[in-house]
């Protein structure tokens, strides 16, 4: 199993910066790709970014050029540079870690970003 836990929730205004972070651990070994998805109310989850274990990275159409997602193999956490941002990026966003030894999906409980002024 692997445990996520995210950090970095805040509220911003529009324009700012936020930079959110994500610690995994347990069966880290076992990880194939890391990212993030959001979630506002009333919605399906969307992935925003997601990074593979020989460190290729996709991202959602809605946040190229401002989002960059990173890895610290060492520390074993991940991050979300968020820059530029929209009172359309305001969500949950949850931290998650596929696992090629028992094929599932692991999630965060998720940090609130919310960008208002």
């Known amino acids: 199993q692997v445990q996520l836990v995210e950090s970095g929730g805040d509220l911003v205004q529009p324009g700012g910066s936020l930079r959110l972070s994500c610690a995994y651990s347990?069966?880290?070994?076992?990880?194939?790709?890391l990212g993030w998805y959001r979630q506002t109310p009333g919605k399906q989850r969307e992935l925003v970014a997601m990074l593979d274990s020989i460190g290729s990275t996709d991202y959602a159409d809605s946040v190229k050029g401002r989002f960059t997602i990173s890895k610290d193999g060492v520390q074993n956490t991940i991050s979300l540079q968020m820059n530029n941002l929209k009172p359309e990026d305001t969500a949950v966003y949850f931290c998650?870690?596929?696992?090629?030894?028992?094929?599932?999906?692991?999630w965060g409980k998720g940090t609130l970003v919310t960008v208002s002024s």
């Open positions: 998650y870690a596929y696992s090629d030894f028992d094929f599932m999906k692991y």
């Open positions: 347990g069966s880290t070994f076992s990880i194939k790709t």
